[in-house]
């Protein structure tokens, strides 16, 4: 078994099988290839396969559908986005630099630095040697890449301002591989040239410059981003990597610390402390002659002295090192690292996804990264409400957010952004998260808590920009209202004095004429004619001859009775004569109400009607 447990691992299995063909014949070297076939290529590999299985089932991902799963790696990979810290094109002020911008952050300028970034790259692939005529020639080439990468940091300063250009971590990267490249030039002309360390500092420099290509990449940056995001989600299981691997080696010290070296286990391969214990445990973990490392450690007599006690034995414990090895073998080359390629697997299919199958590509992403640039001129990574409502205004692609048939949709977008921070600041990874969710079929791609969550929200959200709509359409009403009253300049009072007049006027203008010698309440005849002469006056009214007249219901404000008022006739001068009094009765308490006429009876009208003291006064 234990011969098949290490052909099972692929490790010295060509030398069995020579072994079993020399003692038994050719056609029993069959039976280890196909042992190799079926055990390792089929049983090995469906081992994986359920190490993997069982990880994804851990972490939920087995269990949720492909729209759930799509919506789950747009969440990691919106919180991967970072906002562009490069400043915007500059104004039209300034035309030098915004024809250097243009030449610089074109795609064919970017396409030549990292064309040129290859180039110099290109220089290591012969030693660089003092003692070789050829090296001064490759350290010239060298100076001349570092001259033009020099030359676009400073159209990049000229372009955004020094300010804007240390913005950006990738330019800082740039920035600082440029200025070694310009210090190994001074030393290179320097008479410090012949020394050998010099030549060492300017490939160190080619080996920074080549980095600086990843970030301008798409397909390097999402390789490189594959790397570091796999290495930050499996951290606690490189942890326990390290943690298994010393367990192992105190353990192999203890063990095998006094063991005879051997063919495999010699002066730099043996457990003679844990320093040295761990470096071998790290080559078993490759599988790099794990096996013959085993069997040195299985010494037994006559090939081995054996002492009266530990520290007197140089042999090794075949069962000792059958359980370390194997056990060690197993858990760690054979479940630890398949978990590492799980995790490499899962965020590689997360960079990787097709565009077509995404929530939303990477082109949306960019539009967004390009619209947010544009207005967040600071490059703080927060924009105010009222700079959010701009935003949204201007995106395009799937973020769009319609003014015209999805107004509605703009007043939760925009309520939803106060409500985050109660009115302030809100971050770059908020709205876009916001913009994520109004993009999706939140029933499909959403858990049950996390929908529970997002419809409460919703809800509270639709309910707040209702009561909003309200209170404004009743403002504008009561704005409406309110300017019409100051451009008209009359009060609610003053109208119905105006109409009052109106009315007035309207009956002094009809043809019904009263009959002579009839008394009216207050007075006589005449004294009436002179009073309703200089209340039409005084209003403004025209002239009107005589014969005609008005039949009214005149009341007093202090009493409520009604009389009938019949007119004779009136004299257009006396109202003249008399104007000043008729200002101040018009303005005074005592002004007669006008209300309905009543029925005219001939009896009244002959009948004398008292005197009311009110109308004198």
């Known amino acids: 078994m234990l011969c098949l447990f290490e052909i099972l691992t692929l490790k010295s299995w060509y030398e069995i099988r020579d072994v079993i063909m020399m003692q038994t014949g050719d056609m029993n070297g069959l039976f280890v290839h196909v042992f190799v076939f079926i055990g390792c290529l089929i049983g090995v590999t469906l081992f994986v396969g359920v190490i993997i299985a069982n990880f994804q089932e ?5 269990l949720l559908t492909v729209d759930q799963r799509r919506w789950e790696d747009l969440k990691r990979r919106l919180n991967l986005v970072q906002p562009l810290h ?60 570092n001259a033009l990468f020099a030359g676009e940091a400073a159209m990049k300063c000229i372009a955004v301002t020094f300010k804007g250009y240390w913005q950006s971590w990738r330019n800082r990267y740039d920035l600082l591989v440029t200025l070694l490249g310009i210090a190994w030039t001074i030393l290179f002309v320097s008479p410090l040239s012949v020394d050998p360390h010099v030549c060492e500092v300017g490939t160190i420099c080619i080996m920074l410059r080549f980095f ?70 790290f080559r078993i973990v490759t599988g790099e002659d794990w096996n013959k490392i085993m069997h040195d450690c299985m010494l037994s007599p006559p090939l081995c002295r054996e002492g009266r006690n530990y520290w007197e034995s140089d042999c090794g414990s075949q069962g000792a090192a059958i359980i370390f090895f194997c056990s060690f073998y197993v858990i760690l080359a054979y479940i630890v690292l398949n978990l590492l390629v799980a995790i490499i697997v ?28 544009l207005v967040d001129r600071e490059r703080r990574g927060y924009l105010t409400t009222l700079q959010v409502r701009f935003l949204l205004r201007h995106l395009t692609g799937r973020l769009q957010v319609d003014m015209v048939n999805d107004k509605l949709l703009f007043k939760h977008m925009c309520c939803e952004a106060e409500k985050m921070h109660n009115g302030g600041d809100v971050s770059f990874h908020e709205i876009l998260s916001m913009l994520s969710y109004r993009s999706v079929d939140i029933r499909k791609v959403l858990q049950l808590e996390e929908l529970l969550e997002r419809e409460e929200l919703e809800f509270n959200i639709e309910e707040e920009v209702a009561k909003r709509t309200i209170i404004n359409w009743f403002n504008k009403i009561v704005k409406a209202r309110n300017l019409r009253k100051q451009t008209t300049g009359e009060t609610f009072i003053n109208q119905l004095r105006h109409q009052v007049e109106e009315e007035v006027i309207m009956k002094l203008t009809s043809p019904t004429e009263p009959r002579p010698g009839d008394l009216v309440e207050g007075g006589s005849v005449d004294q009436q004619q002179q009073r309703m002469g200089q209340f039409l006056t005084a209003d403004g009214s025209k002239k009107f001859k005589k014969g005609n007249s008005l039949r009214k219901n005149v009341s007093s404000e202090s009493e409520s009775n009604v009389s009938l008022v019949t007119i004779d006739a009136w004299k257009p001068e006396v109202a003249l004569k008399d104007s000043k009094n008729v200002s101040h009765w018009w303005g005074s308490a ?8 009543i029925a005219e009876s001939d009896e009244s009208s002959s009948t004398p009607a008292p005197n009311n003291p009110s109308d004198d006064e």
């Open 58 to 62: 851990n972490n939920g991902r087995a």
């Open 212 to 281: 600086t290509i990843c970030g301008k990449q798409a397909t390097l940056k999402m390789l490189l981003l594959t790397v570091l995001v796999s290495v930050y989600k499996s951290f606690f299981i490189i942890m326990s990597l390290f943690v298994l691997i010393l367990c192992y080696a105190l353990s192999g010290v203890i063990l095998f610390g006094t063991v005879k070296y051997g063919e495999n286990l010699h002066r730099r391969a043996n457990f003679h402390n844990a320093g040295q214990a761990m470096t071998v445990l």
């Open 86 to 145: 490069l400043p915007p094109r500059p104004g039209d002020r300034h035309s030098l630099r915004q024809y250097v911008y243009d030449q610089i952050m074109s795609p064919n300028a970017k396409r030549l630095i990292a064309f040129l970034a290859v180039a110099q790259s290109a220089l290591l692939f012969v030693k660089w040697d003092v003692d070789k005529d050829y090296t001064i020639y490759l350290a010239i080439m060298s100076v001349l890449f």
């Open 346 to 373: 899962e965020n590689f299919s997360l960079f990787y996804s097709n565009d077509a199958d995404a929530l939303l590509s990477y082109a949306d992403i960019k539009m967004f990264q390009e619209k947010w640039k």
């Open 590 to 597: 005592s002004c007669p109400n006008i209300a309905k006429p």
